[in-house]
């Protein structure tokens, strides 16, 4: 059998025996901050972009899509794909799935799609449910995976670029800026930390290193062996770099190149705020595509908020022919001899599919809707590696418009006085401003504020309704209070509007068991090796979204939204495959995922 020491080994080999070509990128670009902004807010986006009453054609309103794709769905019909769950992850591999000819039909839970990617409004003011940070959503490269969902749908969304992905205010009044011009970045860097110039510039190196590699691939299933080895054939250096790499942790990568310490916490932050984890526990390959597309394509935001991007494949799902069901609250996976055949909603209504993929997390999938005496082994080995990561206490505010400073970014990240608190419930603070790039999401004179900070489900429990809303109101006040003093003076005074979600809140709306935002290992992690594609252990059922490889994140779950659709495609007939070899390389991965 082969070790796994001895496959690293030979894969450092081979590596290092045919020559690894130099990173293509880090661009340089004459891109400006000022023009950006004059372009942001040019009369022609404004009349364009008027926000949510005025989305592109393609999209559609919320009840409307409840109207068209809901409703018509009938029980006695006979699906490719069932998908349950209508998240970023579920959309992407469902409109995959339709646009390569298969009838699916998706089974929402709530009253519009996009789950953690969905959006609500209130008084004027439209809110990103979460994250408004968008990787992946650029005109750019192999990697712009949002954008590519989108135009297989043939859709396409207005967006506006962020000139910073994140402002840093971190221990010791270390103020970093997440330029979109990568020399920028790594010359502010490099001025906090002159003595560590040549470390800063191997790390991230390393890293585009590796995103080139990624970017020069055609996405598809890794679970797929035909698909695979010929990638391996086209471009055998690339997917031996990526091999190499998969095991490996950004933590370890950047302590062979830096040894200041406060510099290690800054690369601790850097991947803390898009895996929740400090660096030392990132998967280095998931650590290089966050800090590179950043530069690469940039950040960008859709115009008229988050939402779109649900909506806009909502939309494009049904136009090929295939249906979304909302308030559809999936109870039951229906098994026929150890096979997924359909599934059970609260209210009784079954439909079947010939495959059935959930977009809930795995906890959910295998400990609430698959109603077994046992859970299978490969879902107990995940739950070995992994547990279930915190979810958040969120903010959303609309405030005046003149507490904001000028020149304020878009995206902070705070960490007041003391690294330690890096990964403690409450110790650190994330806020997003979109209104600083679309001014559209509010009335005239405001702004919104989304606040978020990790916090578990336990810390809410046991409480009265009454002793609830107190503890809400009592923790938002300290984390707003943090926000005054240090960057915001006059913040409580502005607010006109407030919301305080909590993990109850999360798991309630997005049916997430405990709130949780996706996995997160339990050790030092083998990089990526332990987590699960989208083949499960019961014949027919897949898993797509933030529990499945690469992990969390709105364009990981989109890139698993594009593997699980390969998979799936192949084993209905409508993509290339090989069953013996196919059975022989899912026994391959599944005994790699036993090493992790
Ligand atoms: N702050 C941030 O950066 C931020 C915020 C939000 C989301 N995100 C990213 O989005 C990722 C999640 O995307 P995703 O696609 O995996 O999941 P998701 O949670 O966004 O979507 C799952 C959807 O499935 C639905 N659902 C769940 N159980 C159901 C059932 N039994 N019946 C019917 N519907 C059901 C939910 O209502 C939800 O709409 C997160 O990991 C996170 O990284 C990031
Ligand atoms: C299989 C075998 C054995 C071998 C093979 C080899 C190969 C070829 C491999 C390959 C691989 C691949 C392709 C991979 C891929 C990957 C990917 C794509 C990944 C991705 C990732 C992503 C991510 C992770 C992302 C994330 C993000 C996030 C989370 C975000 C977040 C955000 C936030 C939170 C915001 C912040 C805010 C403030 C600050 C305010």
């Known amino acids: 059998m082969l070790h796994f020491s001895g496959l690293r080994a030979m894969l450092s080999l081979s590596l290092n025996s045919s020559s690894v070509s130099p990173p293509k990128f880090p661009p340089h670009s004459s891109f400006s901050r000022r023009s950006m902004r004059s372009w942001i807010r040019s009369p022609c986006l404004r009349r364009k972009n008027l926000g949510f009453w005025s989305w592109p054609k393609a999209v559609l309103s919320a009840e409307r899509a409840v109207e068209n794709g809901g409703g018509k769905a009938e029980e006695a019909e006979e699906y490719d794909a069932i998908v349950i769950g209508s998240g970023i992850g579920g959309l992407v591999a469902a409109t995959q799935l339709a646009v390569k000819g298969a009838r699916v039909l998706v089974l929402e839970k709530y009253v519009i799609p996009g789950g953690s990617s969905g959006f609500y409004q209130r008084d004027g003011f439209t809110f990103d449910v979460g994250s408004s940070v968008m990787f992946g959503f650029s005109e750019k490269g192999n990697l712009n995976l949002i954008t590519q969902a989108l135009e297989a749908v043939d859709c396409k969304l207005q967006v506006i670029p962020d000139p910073t992905t994140v402002h840093f205010h971190l221990p010791d009044n270390l103020s970093v800026r997440v330029h979109r011009e990568y020399d920028m970045f790594i010359s502010e860097l490099v001025?906090?930390?002159?003595?560590?110039?040549?470390?800063?510039?191997?790390?991230?190196?390393?890293?585009?290193?590796?995103?080139?590699?990624?970017?020069?691939?055609?996405?598809?299933?890794?679970?797929?062996?035909?698909?695979?080895?010929?990638?391996?054939?086209?471009?055998?250096?690339?997917?031996?770099?990526?091999?190499?790499?998969?095991?490996?942790?950004?933590?370890?990568?950047?302590?062979?190149?830096?040894?200041?310490?406060?510099?290690?916490?800054?690369?601790?932050?850097?991947?803390?705020?898009?895996?929740?984890?400090?660096a030392l526990h990132t998967p280095m390959i998931n650590a290089s595509m966050v800090l590179c597309d950043r530069h690469f394509g940039g950040i960008n935001y859709p115009v008229g908020g988050v939402g779109g991007i649900a909506k806009a494949l909502a939309n494009g799902l049904v136009n090929k022919g295939s249906k979304l069901l909302y308030k559809a609250n999936v109870t039951n996976i229906?098994?026929?001899?150890?096979?997924?055949?359909?599934?059970?909603?609260?209210?009784?209504?079954?439909?079947?599919?010939?495959?059935?993929?959930?977009?809930?997390?795995?906890?959910?999938?295998?400990?609430k809707l698959l109603k077994v005496d046992d859970i299978p082994q490969e879902e107990k080995n995940f739950q070995k590696i992994y547990l279930k990561a915190p979810s958040f206490l969120s903010i959303h505010m609309g405030v005046k418009a003149f507490v904001l400073p000028p020149d304020t970014d878009c995206h902070h990240f705070i960490l007041e006085d003391n690294w330690d608190k890096l990964e403690m419930p409450y110790g650190s603070i994330f806020l997003s401003i979109p209104t600083v790039l679309d001014p559209s999401l509010t009335p005239e004179g405001h702004h919104i504020f989304h606040i978020f900070t990790t916090s578990s489900l336990e810390d809410w429990q046991g409480l009265s309704r009454k002793e609830y809303e107190e503890k809400k109101e009592l923790v938002a006040d300290e984390i707003i209070t943090r926000l005054e003093k240090k960057l915001f003076p006059g913040l409580k005074d502005s607010i006109v509007l407030k919301e305080v979600g909590t993990p109850k809140t999360h798991r309630r709306f997005l049916a997430r068991d405990s709130g949780t935002y996706g996995p997160m290992p339990r050790n030092v992690p083998k990089g990526l090796l332990g987590m699960p594609f989208n083949t499960t252990a019961i014949n027919g059922l897949y898993c797509v979204g933030d529990s499945c490889f690469p992990g969390q994140g709105v364009i990981a779950v989109a890139f698993s939204g594009i593997m699980c659709a390969h998979r799936v495609a192949a084993d209905l007939g409508l993509e290339k495959r090989a069953p013996v070899l196919d059975a022989a390389f899912l026994r391959f991965l599944g005994w790699l995922r036993t090493i992790a």
């Open 191 to 278: 001025n906090h930390f002159p003595h560590e110039k040549e470390g800063i510039h191997r790390f991230y190196n390393e890293c585009w290193k590796i995103f080139n590699s990624l970017n020069s691939l055609e996405l598809k299933s890794l679970e797929e062996p035909i698909y695979l080895f010929g990638q391996f054939f086209k471009k055998p250096v690339e997917c031996l770099t990526l091999a190499f790499y998969l095991p490996q942790n950004a933590g370890d990568i950047a302590r062979k190149f830096i040894k200041d310490p406060q510099l290690l916490s800054f690369i601790d932050a850097e991947c803390f705020i898009v895996s929740t984890v400090n």
């Open 334 to 367: 229906v098994l026929k001899d150890g096979k997924a055949v359909g599934v059970r909603l609260s209210d009784g209504r079954e439909f079947f599919a010939k495959t059935v993929i959930s977009n809930a997390t795995r906890w959910d999938t295998f400990g």
